[in-house]
């Protein structure tokens, strides 16, 4: 049976008359199992394969032999569904019109569903939102699903639908299923992809490579079947008369859940987390409080994590009034060191963006930023993929100049990865 655990770091010193209490709450699961064997529902996995025209021989080739090997991955027992996605979705395996649409993986599933695979050809445009809208359907089609959880691969924009009815899609996906996506070559939008692997407690990143796919696939998937919690929420309480500032998951990326709260109660509002595996993820809370005088205590929030109904640890997030600026001006050093992570995923993004729009300035100054950033934090991969869109003159301040040839698959790496963190901790 999994194990949660939490810790809390913070400074819980507040000058008088202090309102804002800042901590990072650590949670680690232990003993998570495999997905759809822990009672609490089965498994269900898709692979959605982008088949439009642009994917070409090569890439296309390397597509399927990905999707044969995330097949390999799948354990006995799951559910599972193929999808060729185009400028339409279809259900490729497994066959039929009505009824559920997805089976349970064993040899002979296995081997059916890549046969099915072995006959896509790249064709037609693209249209994610009905992908997605597909693969909710298909889940659907199957009662007491605990973990979802989707492979997605595309490698061009959605030029076959409207932002608005891929918005409408992601929407109505949100806290169905989850969403890894990734994208092939160049010529997709990171931004784009971003949006709906955020939005379904995801990830992305992109595979310059087609050689590399298959072993990027075979990894989603056995870290999938890893999450034998299917699902857990953090919650938050706060004391009468407070407010949340902010709640954001900050390792292993960093993601905003501010927005994402649903109300428990009066005081307390849950966010949504997704499936667990044996892992720790860091999350960031800021709380304003009333202000106090030197001598008051109070509890500024009980952080805890619930599977359902059950809760299964907490953190309690502290204030303390006092008079001595020894305590008060000091800074919690994993407070500090993940807002610096969060403000370097900001300025990477702004900064990409502000180069695509041939602002030079301000790319400058924002990947400048980032720059310092990184090397504060001690955040090597951001560093090295940073170095291969700027060049650096002083790290420390900072100072860079934008390259002048840069490759464009640099530059969408440097995006994909700008979210993901570095601990402060061992």
């Known amino acids: 049976m999994a194990e949660f655990t939490s810790a809390v770091f913070q400074n819980e010193f507040l000058p008088d008359g202090g309102t804002d209490v800042n901590a990072i709450v650590t949670i680690r699961c232990t003993g998570a199992g495999e997905a759809g064997r822990t009672g609490r529902g089965d498994a269900g996995e898709i692979v959605v394969v982008d088949t439009s025209g642009s994917m070409g021989v090569t890439n296309m080739q390397a597509a399927k032999q990905a999707a044969m090997v995330a097949l390999d991955n799948i354990l006995d027992g799951t559910y599972f569904a193929v999808v060729a996605g185009n400028h339409k979705a279809y259900l490729a395996y497994p066959i039929v019109q009505t009824g559920a649409g997805m089976v349970r ?35 659907d089609s199957i009662g007491n699903l605990g973990n979802k959880h989707v492979i997605l691969l595309t490698d061009g924009e959605n030029h076959n639908e409207t932002p608005t009815q891929l918005d409408q899609a992601i929407r109505a996906s949100v806290g169905q299923f989850q969403v890894d996506a990734r994208g092939i070559g160049v010529d997709w939008k990171v931004a784009e992809i971003r949006k709906i692997a955020q939005a379904l407690l995801g990830s992305v990143d992109i595979i310059g490579d087609p050689s590399r796919l298959s072993a990027e696939f075979a990894s989603l998937m056995r870290n999938s079947m890893a999450r034998g919690v299917a699902n857990a929420d953090l919650r938050v309480w706060i004391p009468q008369g407070a407010q949340v500032m902010f709640i954001r998951q900050v390792s292993p990326s960093v993601e905003d859940l501010t927005h994402r709260g649903v109300p428990v109660n009066q005081l307390t509002m849950s966010y949504p987390t997704g499936a667990w595996a044996d892992e720790e993820r860091d999350y960031h809370i800021a709380v304003r409080l009333a202000a106090k005088t030197v001598g008051q205590e109070q509890l500024a929030a009980r952080v805890q994590l619930a599977v359902g109904a059950e809760l299964l640890t907490q953190g309690l997030v502290k204030a303390k009034w006092s008079a001595d600026t020894n305590l008060t001006a000091q800074i919690n050093p994993e407070v500090a060191h993940y807002t610096g992570q969060a403000e370097l995923a900001q300025v990477i993004q702004e900064g990409l963006a502000a180069k695509a729009a041939g602002d030079e300035a301000t790319a400058t100054t924002k990947l400048g930023r980032a720059v310092q950033l990184a090397t504060e934090t001690g955040n090597a991969e951001a560093t090295a993929k940073l170095r291969k869109v700027v060049d650096i003159s002083d790290a420390r301040t900072g100072t860079v100049r934008l390259r002048k040839a840069v490759d464009k698959a640099d530059e969408m790496a440097l995006d994909t990865a700008s979210t993901k963190t570095t601990r402060i901790r061992g």
Do not use: P, Q, V, Y
């Not at 040899?107 to 009905?130: D, H, L």
């Open 105 to 139: 993986m064993d040899a002979n599933t296995r081997a059916e569903a890549k046969r099915a695979i072995s006959f896509f050809r790249a064709e037609g445009g693209t249209a994610m939102g009905t992908w997605l809208n597909l693969c909710r359907a298909l889940f």
